[in-house]
């Protein structure tokens, strides 16, 4: 089913956050109908480094081809501010598509662009981003490829700006609407109430972030369509992963942490090892 079609049914989707082949794969595998490929999550893992716009197009279009080799899930692919001007837009959307993404987030920072629950953010004009968001439309191969437009309007203009920014990005063309960081229950609730039946809506949550965080069917319930978690993943692990060399450290072996891991073949049946040396046999010469 294309992410178009899912997001006609009244389900909320719950897409988790991914870095790579293998959360992917391990997302895949826990039952999820599709993923997100968060920009945050790159630059904390390929980079080591802060989600300030230091990942490029091509760190981002090579990892979304790497996980669309490895799932075969709608993702939602981070576009950051599409990387540029409106024909840098247009390029991100061609190589994001080429790639294998169903979607792409684009949004309304100026760039580099910086973490949407950071301070500090500086906009383009609405205009501008509306552009941004025509030229995308026109330079997609095909129409499930949704554009989802993010405005970071609430923490530099406020609310209400956030909203009329929201109003023109659906003018011009806009699949579904992301409106970032909202920061009460009252501002969470007043986006469905004033775009619900129009597009599909998005909300972020983010542990420790602006917005107070909430369920999948909290979200549902007061109207919309998609959460992602995008960070979370990274979170998890790089607490189990100070935890780990914490203890390599103290005890230069593994046993002590050897029930919080895989061993080497726990691991390998996770990630199909047997499967694929067993496929790869099939095609060798019978000769």
């Given at each position: 089913?294309?992410?178009?079609?899912?997001?006609?049914?009244?389900?909320?989707?719950?897409?988790?956050?991914?870095?790579?082949?293998?959360?992917?794969?391990?997302?895949?595998?826990?039952?999820?109908?599709?993923?997100?490929?968060?920009?945050?999550?790159?630059?904390?893992?390929?980079?080591?480094?802060?989600?300030?716009?230091?990942?490029?197009?091509?760190?981002?279009?090579?990892?979304?081809?790497?996980?669309r080799d490895r799932v075969d899930l709608p993702v939602i692919v981070d576009a950051?501010?599409?990387?540029?001007?409106?024909?840098?837009?247009?390029?991100?959307?061609?190589?994001?598509?080429?790639?294998?993404?169903?979607?792409?987030?684009?949004?309304?920072?100026?760039?580099?662009?910086?973490?949407?629950?950071?301070?500090?953010?500086?906009?383009?004009?609405?205009?501008?981003?509306?552009?941004?968001?025509?030229?995308?439309?026109?330079?997609?191969?095909?129409?499930?490829?949704?554009?989802?437009?993010?405005?970071?309007?609430?923490?530099?203009?406020?609310?209400?700006?956030?909203?009329?920014?929201?109003?023109?990005?659906?003018?011009?063309?806009?699949?579904?609407?992301?409106?970032?960081?909202?920061?009460?229950?009252?501002?969470?609730?007043?986006?469905?109430?004033?775009?619900?039946?129009?597009?599909?809506?998005?909300?972020?949550?983010?542990?420790?972030?602006?917005?107070?965080?909430?369920?999948?069917?909290?979200?549902?319930?007061?109207?919309?369509?998609?959460?992602?978690?995008?960070?979370?993943?990274?979170?998890?692990?790089?607490?189990?992963?100070?935890?780990?060399?914490?203890?390599?450290?103290?005890?230069?072996?593994?046993?002590?942490?050897?029930?919080?891991?895989?061993?080497?073949?726990?691991?390998?049946?996770?990630?199909?090892?047997?499967?694929?040396?067993?496929?790869?046999?099939?095609?060798?010469?019978?000769?």
């Amino acid at each position: 089913m294309s992410l178009r079609a899912r997001l006609q049914q009244p389900e909320i989707l719950v897409a988790p956050g991914v870095y790579d082949g293998i959360t992917a794969a391990i997302a895949s595998e826990a039952g999820f109908e599709a993923l997100y490929l968060s920009g945050a999550a790159v630059a904390y893992t390929r980079l080591g480094r802060p989600d300030i716009g230091l990942t490029s197009v091509t760190e981002m279009t090579e990892t979304m081809a790497l996980i669309r080799d490895r799932v075969d899930l709608p993702v939602i692919v981070d576009a950051d501010t599409g990387f540029g001007n409106a024909l840098n837009a247009q390029r991100t959307m061609r190589y994001y598509e080429r790639a294998g993404a169903s979607a792409l987030q684009v949004e309304d920072q100026t760039f580099p662009k910086r973490c949407g629950h950071l301070s500090d953010k500086s906009l383009i004009p609405s205009g501008e981003m509306a552009g941004k968001i025509a030229a995308m439309a026109d330079a997609r191969a095909s129409d499930e490829t949704l554009i989802i437009a993010r405005t970071d309007a609430i923490a530099v203009e406020g609310f209400q700006a956030a909203l009329d920014r929201a109003n023109a990005y659906i003018e011009a063309g806009a699949d579904v609407l992301f409106i970032e960081a909202p920061r009460s229950g009252d501002e969470l609730r007043h986006v469905p109430q004033k775009f619900n039946g129009r597009v599909p809506l998005l909300a972020n949550m983010v542990e420790g972030g602006a917005t107070p965080l909430k369920g999948a069917a909290d979200l549902e319930e007061i109207g919309y369509s998609i959460v992602i978690f995008p960070g979370g993943i990274v979170r998890a692990l790089a607490k189990t992963a100070g935890e780990y060399y914490a203890s390599l450290k103290a005890n230069g072996s593994n046993r002590p942490f050897s029930d919080r891991m895989f061993d080497f073949n726990g691991l390998n049946d996770r990630i199909g090892t047997k499967d694929m040396l067993s496929l790869g046999q099939s095609y060798e010469d019978k000769s």
